[in-house]
């Protein structure tokens, strides 16, 4: 089997930043980004680390009793 002498070239990159200003915006709005997703994340695990383990159970209230005073409800008619 002959070797291919003829080799396909490497694709062009379609865009290249030479200047890095897309890495530096990128950099300067993901800091803060992260600094806040960071603190929500410590507040919720405080909260959850913080929790009452004696705190008293949801009860729900008691359904009150339904005593038709004058019977079954008939259908109305139009």
Do not use: H, N
């Not at 002959?2 to 800091?31: H, I, M, N, T, Y």
């Not at 729900?60 to 409800?73: D, E, Q």
Request: no cysteine; charged share 15%.
């Amino acid at each position: 089997m002959a070797e291919s002498r003829f080799e396909e070239p490497a694709p062009a990159p379609v865009f290249v930043d030479q200047s890095g200003l897309r890495s530096r915006l990128f950099r300067r709005f993901g800091w803060p980004v992260s600094v806040v997703g960071a603190i929500l994340a410590a507040a919720m695990g405080g909260s959850l680390i913080g929790m009452q383990s004696d705190a008293p159970a949801m009860e729900i209230p008691p359904k009150p009793a339904y005593m038709p005073t004058r019977g079954p409800l008939s259908p109305s008619l139009p």
